[in-house]
Nanobody, 125 residues
Framework: QVQLVESGGGLAQAGDSLRLSCAAS????????MGWFRQPPGKEREFVAH????????YYADSVTGRFTISRDNVKNTVYLQMNSLKPEDTAVYYC??????????????????WGQGTQVTVSS
């Protein structure tokens, strides 16, 4: 079992920035593809961003492209989500997820093997 712990969520105003962190409990962290998902109130979980295990290629949902940046530190076993120019529509519980294999269908939640507990992000106008 791999444990993922998110941190960095909170309350922000429109236009503010937040940086989310996700710490993994495995020394094989570098072999996992890592994703961020979010679940707005009353809506289903949706894909936000993904970073590949080896090459570090990144992918984003259209709604966050140009505003959010995913990155990883394989020494600290941590993945980050830098969120800039926040909008009220970004309000959601944000989840970190790990994919065992280096390649998969990154926008599908069922492709991920481990999930964090989630961290709340609330953006006011």
């Amino acid at each position: 079992q791999v444990q993922l712990v998110e941190s960095g969520g909170g309350l922000a105003q429109a236009g503010d920035s937040l940086r989310l962190s996700c710490a993994a409990s495995t020394e094989t962290f570098s072999s996992y593809g890592m994703g961020w998902f979010r679940q707005p109130p009353g809506k289903e979980r949706e894909f936000v961003a993904h970073i590949r295990s080896s090459r570090g290629s990144t992918y984003y949902a259209d709604s966050v492209t140009g505003r959010f940046t995913i990155s990883r530190d394989n020494v600290k076993n941590t993945v980050y989500l830098q969120m800039n120019s926040l909008k009220p529509e970004d309000t959601a519980v944000y989840y970190c997820a790990a994919m065992r294999l280096g390649y998969g269908l990154i926008r599908r939640p069922d492709q991920y093997d481990y999930w964090g507990q989630g961290t709340q992000v609330t953006v006011s106008s």
